[in-house]
């Protein structure tokens, strides 16, 4: 059980630190974004992005949960946007 949670908040950190949409990307605490210059996430932007990764691993926990027939299936959590365009 240790690894398999280990294991969720390892996936969980990764797509929170290196997050790609379409023309956007977040990597580390910078945005990258076509046609702008990279730059460094405010502090609020790495809070929600921090806060998405805490509740992709929730979200980890609950669908194996609904895999074992404990919980309904869950919701996916809704990944932040810190670029121009947001689709």
Not at 5 to 16: G, K, N, Q
Not at 23 to 52: F, H, I, K, W
Request: aromatic share 14%; charged share 10%; hydrophobic share 30%.
């Amino acid at each position: 059980m240790r690894i398999l949670l280990l294991s969720i908040l390892l996936i969980a950190y990764v797509a929170a630190s290196n997050v790609y949409s379409g023309t956007c990307r977040y990597g580390g605490s910078y945005v990258y974004e076509n046609g702008y210059d990279p730059r460094p996430m405010t502090a609020n932007e790495v809070d929600q992005l921090r806060n998405y990764g805490t509740q992709w691993s929730q979200y980890g926990i609950q669908k194996g949960q609904y895999a074992l027939g404990q919980n309904s299936m869950p919701t996916p959590p809704k990944l932040p946007c810190f670029c121009h365009n947001c689709y």
